[in-house]
Each structure stands twice: as structure tokens, then as C-alpha cells.
């Protein structure tokens, strides 16, 4: 893979006003290379390069969607791509009051659609009737960052689980935090998932230090084992089936915080929680019998049953 600061751009070369924010765009980078939109295909790309910017030219809130949706239906299907990042500028005389009217064109839906699978797309608009990318814009300053931050090594794997899950799930870069909670219905994306041992396999690849599984049927902890050794600190399993801690020490070894609130427990032993645990919910559960006398060198600071 080339150096982070390497971008292609893949624009109308004959439009004057793309290749001058091509240009611009371009002090940023450190390699680049460029491509027409009018030929462009996923083959002719550097797959090289994990950064692809489109500087794409539209004249009205309709015009060009299904050619380049035609065009990028493409590229989103090829899965080389899915450790790449994709930054869009849309330029043009936009006849909108500001960025959040501009969000709502038809064009602009259709790209987040196609994008759906892919981490962290980009999409920017560049009114050149009203306002003229130049160093000291804020969209400048994103871009630099677009450019200049390195793309994480998980990216793929954070594509695919957007591909497989065909529900909503969140996921914080900067925290850690995944989630797949559907906060429409209230219930987990993977509820009625069929592969969760795939689901999981490919979320043990990220970064994870807060892990929420709330509302997901999950009946076993071995059905965590996907992320043994893990250094999950923060884990909530609420409103699931559990019904023991069996494997919890070898899978969340460095766990601080659990949340097992509304399963399925008769007995909770604190005995099995990782001696990292400071705090725990298990209310809401039936049980009768909570062994907290000796639980064997956990430092347990709060207890909610």
C-alpha cells in the first residue's frame, strides 16, 4: 500500500472549474494520480492507493444521478475496495440556502445509498456561484484531514460487517464503542441475524474497548468467543438469555463494567467475573441467590441487584 497522503482523483478533466479544485486539493497530497469520469472503471484505479476522491461536477439536483450511479455501482461492488476511503466533491451552481439543504438533493441520497457499505464516506458540497474552495474554507480543512489521517487497518473488516449485518450498527473510532442497536424498534440488528459467529469474527478485528450486545437472544457467554482475550473493558448484555458467567474471565479478561440486567439468572456468581470488574448490573433477573461473600479477589465498587 502507498504512503496515507495517496490520493487518486477521478474528475472531468475538461471541466475547468473540477481540475481547479483538483489542483488545490492536490497540495495536500503526496502522490496522486488521476482518471476521467467519463471512462472511469474500478479496474483502472491504483488499487495501491487507499484514498479516492471524486470531484464530481452537477449542474442541478437531478442531473447526472444515473450515470454516475451507473458508474460507482461499479466500483462498490468490487470488495478490492473495501479498505479504501472515498471523498466527494460535488461542485457546481447548487441553487440551495446551505449544507443541510444540500444533503437533501437526490443526487446526494443516492451516493450515501451506494456508499452504504463502505466506512466513513465523505461527501462535500462546493458551491462555486456562492462560495469558492480556497485554503482558510472549513471544507478545506476536512479535506486536509481526509487526506493526512492514515486509514485504519480494520477498515475492511468494518466494510464487511456493514454488508452482512443489513441493519443499523455503530461504531466510534474514537472510544472503541460497538453497538447494534436499532434505536427505531429497539432491538438489536442482529436479532434475527443468521451467522452472528461471522458477525462476531469480523467485530473481534476492530479495536473494541465498549461492547453493547443488549436485546440479541444471546443464550451462552461462549457464544463471545470470537473475542477471547479481548480488551474489552465495558461490555452490556442486557435483556438477553443468560443464565450463568461461565467464560467470561477468558474471553473479557481486562472487563471493568458489566451490564447482565434482565436475563435469565437463578444464581449469579460474582466468582466467575473477570478480578478486573469494579462494576456490575444484573437487576431485573430471578434470581434468589447472589454469591457475593467470596469472589475470589474481584474489587467489586458497585452493585446493582
Keep these: 500500500m502507498k504512503p496515507d497522503t495517496a490520493c487518486?482523483?477521478?474528475?472531468?478533466?475538461?471541466?475547468?472549474?473540477?481540475?481547479e479544485i483538483a489542483m488545490l486539493v492536490n497540495e495536500c497530497a503526496v502522490s496522486t494520480c488521476k482518471a476521467s469520469i467519463f471512462d472511469f472503471e474500478s479496474k483502472n484505479i491504483d488499487r495501491e492507493i487507499a484514498k479516492h476522491i471524486f470531484i464530481l461536477p452537477i449542474?442541478?439536483?437531478n442531473e447526472l444521478i444515473?450515470?454516475?450511479?451507473?458508474?460507482?455501482?461499479?466500483l462498490f461492488q468490487d470488495n478490492d475496495?473495501?479498505?479504501?476511503?472515498?471523498?466527494?466533491?460535488?461542485?457546481?451552481?447548487?441553487?440551495?440556502?446551505?449544507?443541510?439543504?444540500?444533503t437533501d438533493m437526490p443526487i446526494i441520497k443516492q451516493l450515501r445509498y451506494k456508499l452504504r457499505n463502505f466506512v466513513g464516506p465523505i461527501i462535500y458540497p462546493v458551491k462555486l456561484s456562492q462560495q469558492r474552495l480556497t485554503s482558510d474554507d472549513r471544507h478545506f480543512y476536512e479535506i486536509h484531514r481526509f487526506i493526512s489521517s492514515p486509514v485504519p487497518n480494520y477498515s475492511s473488516h468494518l466494510s464487511r460487517l456493514k454488508k452482512i449485518i443489513h441493519g443499523p450498527f455503530h461504531w466510534d473510532e474514537g472510544s472503541g464503542a460497538l453497538?447494534?442497536?436499532?434505536n427505531e424498534n429497539g432491538y438489536s440488528?442482529?436479532?434475527?441475524?443468521?451467522?452472528?459467529d461471522m458477525v462476531f469474527c469480523l467485530a473481534a478485528n476492530l479495536p473494541i474497548r465498549e461492547l453493547s450486545l443488549e436485546r440479541s437472544k444471546i443464550k451462552t457467554i461462549e457464544e463471545l468467543e470470537a473475542f477471547r482475550g479481548s480488551s474489552i473493558f465495558k461490555l452490556n448484555l442486557s435483556s438477553n438469555y443468560l443464565s450463568s458467567l461461565n467464560g467470561l474471565s477468558e474471553i473479557t479478561p481486562e472487563l471493568q463494567w458489566l451490564n447482565?440486567?434482565?436475563?435469565?439468572?437463578?444464581?449469579?456468581?460474582?466468582?466467575?467475573?473477570?478480578k478486573s470488574t469494579e462494576v456490575i448490573y444484573a437487576h431485573k433477573n430471578n434470581a434468589v441467590d447472589f454469591l457475593i461473600g467470596d469472589v475470589g479477589g474481584v474489587n467489586l465498587k458497585r452493585i446493582s441487584i
Design 8 to 19: 487518486s482523483f477521478i474528475t472531468d478533466l475538461s471541466n475547468k472549474g473540477c481540475m
Design 59 to 61: 449542474y442541478g439536483e
Design 66 to 74: 444515473e450515470f454516475y450511479s451507473d458508474k460507482l455501482e461499479r
Design 81 to 102: 475496495f473495501y479498505e479504501c476511503q472515498f471523498l466527494f466533491l460535488l461542485i457546481g451552481d447548487v441553487h440551495v440556502s446551505d449544507d443541510a439543504a444540500f
Design 179 to 182: 453497538s447494534f442497536m436499532n
Design 189 to 196: 440488528s442482529l436479532i434475527n441475524h443468521d451467522s452472528t
Design 260 to 274: 447482565i440486567a434482565a436475563n435469565h439468572f437463578s444464581c449469579v456468581d460474582f466468582r466467575l467475573l473477570p
